[in-house]
């Protein structure tokens, strides 16, 4: 069932995939001289170095708060998730690109073609399954894969869901242009090959990077969860109304809620801590993930003020 899925074994199968394809690509790149095979090792290798700094960051975010860190580590996972972007632009795109220049301007005819088609399509069937279950994840969370896709959470899942698109489309432009070579025997279906691939890399890890700098700078939920919560804390009968009320993601699955409320005059002490038990309950229901809930109130009257 998607709801038995992990997000460690959606990000272990990635990493799993990412060295199969590391492996085999090596060596088939340097049987048949392909820029394409070399550029599909070059992927895997960035995607398994990704991986790897995603999980480290996933355990580095889970360690406890201490006086340094007051509120946890939680927003570490996002820091490690830019790295792991960087890494795909550096190292995947970077090689990838200079392969495919090289063979365009210093073309090599391939050598043993069909081996070079066996594993891309390797390549794509592992990638896809590696797909197939980040979706699973993304969609028994999230309730739909474009509610995951459009939510700033869950970042670990998403960066290897991305990785593995990437994996795939890349496998699927080699194929292509390893038929093309076959059919019309020009090495320059191969740079090409090699060079959108590159394209597609670099356009993946600048997407990240720019979702993991939103994050670290404090990204807000969206409008229609901000609206849901503002309409929780509003149904509670005593609070009159609200001043202020901002959320941030503050880790892979943690959000904290900062609300400045108005509440009844009428209200004792006793009943204001009551009432503020009920705020945070009903955020809690309506975002599970919430991590921390601060509420400030206005009141004309002094002693009512907290």
């Known amino acids: ?58 355990r580095r975010a889970a360690r406890p708060r201490d006086t340094r860190h007051p509120f946890g580590y939680a927003r570490e996972a996002y820091f490690w998730g830019l790295m792991s972007a960087v890494t795909m632009l550096v190292v995947g795109a970077g090689l990838s690109a200079g392969r495919g220049y090289q063979q365009l301007v210093s073309p090599q005819p391939l050598k043993s073609v069909w081996l070079a088609l066996a594993v891309l399509v390797l390549a794509i ?24 896709l459009g939510s700033f959470s869950r970042p670990l899942v998403k960066n290897a869901f991305f990785r593995d698109v990437i994996g795939t489309s890349t496998s699927i432009v080699g194929l292509v242009s390893m038929l093309l070579y076959q059919i019309f025997a020009l090495v320059l279906f191969d740079a090409l090959g090699a060079l959108v691939a590159a394209v597609m890399m670099a356009g ?17 939920l969206p409008p229609d969860d901000l609206e849901r919560l503002r309409q929780a804390v509003l149904d509670t009968p005593e609070v009159d109304a609200i001043n202020q009320l901002a959320a941030i993601y503050a880790g892979s699955a943690e959000v904290i809620v900062d609300a400045d409320l108005d509440l009844d005059d009428q209200l004792d002490t006793v009943r204001i801590e009551s009432v503020l038990d009920d705020v945070e309950r009903r955020i809690r229901n309506e975002l599970p993930e919430t991590e921390r809930v601060r509420v400030l109130l206005n009141s004309p009257d002094p002693q009512h003020s907290v």
């Not at 990412?18 to 790149?29: E, P, Q, R, S």
Request: net charge positive.
């Open 125 to 148: 069937a592992t990638n896809s399954y590696a797909v197939s279950l980040s979706v699973r994840k993304l969609r028994s969370e999230a309730g739909s894969l474009r509610a995951a």
């Open 204 to 220: 993946a890890s600048l997407f990240l990077i720019a979702e993991a700098r939103a994050l670290i700078a404090g990204r807000g």
């Open 1 to 58: 069932m998607a709801s038995s899925i992990s997000s460690r074994r959606v990000v272990v199968v990635s990493f799993l995939v990412d060295v199969l394809d590391v492996v085999t690509n090596l060596i088939v790149a340097l049987l048949t001289g392909s820029a394409v095979i070399f550029s599909e090792m070059a992927q895997g290798l960035a995607d398994s170095a990704g991986s790897a700094l995603l999980v480290i960051g996933e």
